[in-house]
Every structure is written in structure tokens, then in C-alpha cells.
């Protein structure tokens, strides 16, 4: 059982750079502010989930999710 705690133990570690590098890597909610009324009018305002940072955003909430059983598993006894 220690073998498979310490592979948890390094997925978990890893898990937990790539989703803070990637929380980084995204812009910040009060970029596109400038025009308020019309921006989801835009071509990037319709296609924003087939971006770079739709993909990031999906990734994000499949690490985190991960993250959370990643944590959830290593504070059981079972492991």
C-alpha cells in the first residue's frame, strides 16, 4: 500500500504545479471590460470556448477536480 500512496503522493504534486501554472497562465476577468455593451457580439466574444482560454478554463476545472479526489484519496487509511 505505501507504493501506491507514494504514486498518489506524486501525481498529486504534479497535479498541483500544472494547475497553478495554468491559474497563471489565464487573463484576468476585467480584460475585456473596455467595451461593456457589445462584447459578446464580437468573433471572439462567440467563439471564446474554442480558444486558447476556453481550453484553459476546461483544463482548470478538470485539474481541480482532480486535485480534490487526489486529496480526498491521500487522507484516507486506505492508501
Do not use: C, D, H, P
Amino acid at each position: 500500500m505505501s507504493a501506491v500512496r507514494t504514486i498518489l503522493l506524486i501525481v498529486f504534486i504534479i497535479v498541483s504545479i500544472v494547475l497553478a501554472a495554468i491559474v497563471l497562465m489565464q487573463e484576468g476577468k476585467s480584460a475585456g471590460l473596455g467595451a461593456v455593451s457589445g462584447a459578446a457580439e464580437t468573433y471572439w466574444g462567440k467563439n471564446k470556448g474554442r480558444s486558447m482560454e476556453g481550453t484553459l478554463v476546461k483544463l482548470t476545472k478538470a485539474l481541480v477536480i482532480l486535485f480534490f479526489v487526489l486529496a480526498a484519496l491521500l487522507n484516507t487509511r486506505f492508501f
